[in-house]
């Protein structure tokens, strides 16, 4: 039997090769109802709930439907018995981006909880380095 953390990581490579795919029922399966995501384009204070967040995605894989790429590079889970939070770097960009800049990392960090006896995420985080300083 896969422990906790095996699990998180299953979940988080399911929805990155589904955001990679442009798959949008499967990047919205394992979030809960009351989801904080925060992005890298605005709004500023975040988008809050499941239809809000459904909302986010559409453009992003109009975006990335040009060649972008969307490839974990790291992952790190630490999961509780009923919360967890996982850290991961990934490869987010267009060829001419990553041509241009290959060591730019998305950053991503997710809190996690679980929800009758399954792991949903409940905050989802998403940032870049600020490079123009």
């Not at 630490?78 to 950053?107: F, I, K, N, Q, S």
């Amino acid at each position: 039997m896969k422990n906790d953390e095996e699990l998180i990581h299953e979940l988080i490579t399911r929805w990155a090769a589904a955001v990679h795919a442009g798959d949008l029922d499967t990047v919205m399966a394992d979030h809960a109802e009351d989801i904080v995501m925060f992005d890298v384009p605005p709004p500023q204070d975040g988008v809050r709930g499941l239809d809000a967040y459904r909302a986010t995605w559409p453009p992003f894989f109009e975006w990335q439907a040009k060649g972008a790429c969307f490839d974990i590079v790291s992952l790190d889970v630490t999961a509780g018995a009923d919360v967890a939070y996982a850290h991961a770097l990934l490869r987010c960009g267009t060829p001419e981006e990553m041509a241009a800049h290959p060591e730019t990392r998305l950053r991503l960090t997710l809190g996690l909880r679980k929800e009758s006896g399954r792991w949903v995420v409940a905050h989802e985080h998403h940032s870049f380095p600020n490079v123009t300083v």
